[in-house]
């Protein structure tokens, strides 16, 4: 296709201001899939995603348009990932584009996630094309919008669109804008291959299929393909379109975006951001900017049944080869036996593991808190990276301890900022910005990645009754007074639940732990001591006391039908139970113990 009938773009918008009801709208209009074959979100695909609303992998789709000016054009949506947890691959996907269209619902206004993604198209260049969504509603105020994003974001809204993605208002002046506001992409058919790898993921039919946008030159099947970062060299099967299903196509040629298969075994294979170019007569230059993703967030999964270790190794080979972003290592530990360390990009991206191996593999899981990475600067010049807070070497033997940091904005209404800023206080953050926009104050705060792993966020949506909307990203490591907090139940430690924690937090944080689990923890027929200590010093200490009696007796009077009703909670209660010692803890507590509230 020729390069000024290409047009190629995203939506960027903040979770539920209609960024996916646009992308079908546009499906729609454009006659891209027949009515009868519409359904509601047609580019999320993942059975999570769906649920949860959000969008993890890239999606495209690629749409054919006659405009007013009586052409045709070819316009390509990549529908990227809203979530922070997946700025990495947003940032490339972005990469991939010349143009975004700014969503924002006019009943709403601008928000953190809008901030954040709108910043990462204004980094690559783009020609942005704002959006007002929800005009149907009698809320929408488009022009306080409008001027709000003047005001905040800094681009000219004079010309948004204003649309209902749900009743179809102005989607025709949509696809009109983009046409005539965003530029055709550029590239040059007769240079030597340059693609970008966009995004891949594993299609149970087809193999690891890889998302590409052509720079120079063309892709054919039949091609020898070079991966310029990992060296590979593949044949490509297959090279198509998203129509949104996949079409084969002859060929892919500058500006354009498809797919291609080439035999490749595993997703880790084909890293994000790498440079595809053909074996021999390759460009020279990759494209710039390259960088792997790395796990951020570490946690222990382990099975609650012991027996089933070697069915979660199955699974979590099988979830690995899918996703390049998620790392695993086995790990034994003194309470929950076998299990394996991951690593993931975020709390998001956890959750969402976790959630497929429970729901799609059907095991019950022990997940343990989850824990940043910190750099352990040892006396002897050696540095280590610490997963794991159970690994901590001999404070001894250490000189000092970095932990990751970030920076987080925060948009909230007037009346809440007090309580936003309180809570970052607590979370040991630094103020870096305070301004107001409208009757909205938008916050920018240094703060330690993990006071925000945990619970922060639903922290901030509790003190701000959901109004508040969060993003962040890292800044970089810094030193802190840094210590390893251990919990020990009826004197024993239990390694899953160490944490490492400021020094002048670590009193309060303590207390909090050992009050959360004389909750969770089930009382037995002894008295149960539990405890936080560092470096073998208690410095919290709460003692569960033991069943009385006349307690079990109740509970075992009564008549059969509710015995046996008792009985049977009993065993499913077990189930989800781990021994310690002579300990029964239940699943729960390992997450909800370090909940601050
Ligand atoms: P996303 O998170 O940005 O992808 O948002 P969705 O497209 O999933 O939309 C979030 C919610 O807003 C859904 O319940 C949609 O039905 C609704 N919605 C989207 N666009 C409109 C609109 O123009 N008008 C109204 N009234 N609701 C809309
Ligand atoms: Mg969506």
Redesign the pocket.
Known sequence: TDLAHIRNFSIV?H????????ADRLIQETKTVADRDMKA?MLDSMDIERER?ITIKAQTVRLEYEADDGQNYILNLIDTP?HVDFAYEVSRSMRAVEGSLLVVDSTQGVEAQTLANVYQAIDADHEIVPVL??I??PAADCDRVAEQIEDVIGIDASGAIQ?????GIGIHEVLEAIVAHLPAPRGTLDAPLKAMLVDSWYDPYLGVVVLVRIMDGKLRKGDRIRMMQTGAVYPVDRVGVFRPGMIPVDELTPGEIGFITASIKQVRDTKVGDTITTEKKGCETPLPGFKPSVPVVFCGLFPVDSNEFEDLRDAIEKLALNDASFSHEMETSAALGFGFRCGFLGLLHLEVIRDRLEREYDIDLITTAPSVVYHIHMKDGETRELHNPADMPDPSHVESIDEPRIKATILVPDEFLGDVLKLCQDRRGIQLDLTYAGSRAMVVYDLPLNEVVFDFYDRLKSVTKGYASFDYQLTGYRADNLVKMQILVNDEPVDALSTMVHRDRAEMRGRAMVEKLKDLIPRHMFKIPIQAAIGGKVIARETLSALRKDVTAKCYGGDATRKKKLLEKQKAGKKKMRQFGKVDIPQEAFISALKLD
């Open positions: 918008a979770i539920d201001h209609g960024k996916s009801t646009l979100q609303g809203g969504n929800k149907d509603l649309v209902s993605a749900k009743t």
